[in-house]
């Protein structure tokens, strides 16, 4: 079954960067996800990650995964008050067009 | 302009009413959604749809129902029969035949039952 965790919460100075953490636990993923939400809004989807890959990046945020320790993360550089959100990784896994969900952590930029 | 829409953004309704959450998408997509999102936890699935007239119960699909009629529309019912049914609700929609399963959201409907 799949099972999808990530830390609650994370603050950091405005103009570091931030690194979010998750980890699954279904080995037969295929894809992995980063979504982000603001307040009183839907999901957007930041990027996403085919299982056989190390890491992707796009513009702020690198995405790495460790198939072997089955962690992601997602590092925004340079982050900014904007990037004040709640962010979730989801997982897919073959054939299954439903994704499972981590709790989501909540990204507080600080000055 | 393509995206998924939901009406309305906020609902109030008495206890013992059944209500009615619209969802629609132009985006082509083969599958819907519904997800409940309740403060500080994350998405729980209520239904889903891969195809027009299917569509199957979440992990949470008590008091709930759906229907799909047409490619474009997956609107979701709160019925009296869901105990606690005020929540923040998201439909979602994914492609089916790309083997990448992205979902991507509506702006969500707040549903306060008092």
């Known amino acids: 079954g799949e099972d999808v965790e990530q830390s609650l919460f994370l603050s950091v100075r405005e103009g570091d960067s931030s690194v979010i953490n998750c980890t699954y636990t279904?080995?037969?993923?295929?894809?992995l996800y980063w979504y982000k939400q603001e307040p009183g809004a839907g999901l957007q989807l930041l990027t996403y990650?085919?299982?056989?890959?190390d890491m992707k990046q796009d513009q702020r945020l690198t995405v790495l995964l460790n198939k072997k320790d089955k962690h992601l993360s997602l590092r925004i550089a340079d982050t900014q008050t904007g990037d004040s959100a709640i962010y979730f990784c989801?997982?897919?896994?073959?054939?299954?067009?439903?994704?499972?969900f981590g709790a989501g952590t909540t990204v507080t930029v600080r000055a | 302009d393509g995206g998924i829409t939901q009406s309305p953004k906020y609902l109030f309704r008495k206890e013992g009413q059944n209500v009615t959450l619209s969802c629609e998408q132009n985006?082509?997509?083969?599958?819907m959604y519904w997800y409940r999102q309740d403060p500080g936890q994350g998405l729980r699935l209520i239904y889903y749809?891969?195809?027009?007239?299917?569509?199957q119960k979440g992990d949470i699909a008590e008091g709930y129902s759906v229907s799909r009629e047409k490619k474009e529309s997956f609107p979701l019912t709160v019925t009296s029969a869901q105990k606690n049914p005020t929540a923040f609700y998201l439909c979602?929609?994914?492609?089916?035949?790309?083997?990448?399963?992205?979902?991507?959201f509506g702006p969500g409907t707040r549903l306060t039952v008092t």
């Open positions: 749809s891969q195809i027009v007239n299917d569509f």
């Open positions: 985006l082509n997509h083969d599958a």
């Open positions: 279904d080995s037969s993923s295929t894809y």
């Open positions: 979602a929609s994914s492609p089916t035949g790309t083997g990448i399963y992205e979902q991507y």
């Open positions: 989801a997982e897919s896994t073959p054939n299954d067009y439903k994704l499972s």
């Open positions: 990650i085919f299982s056989n890959m």
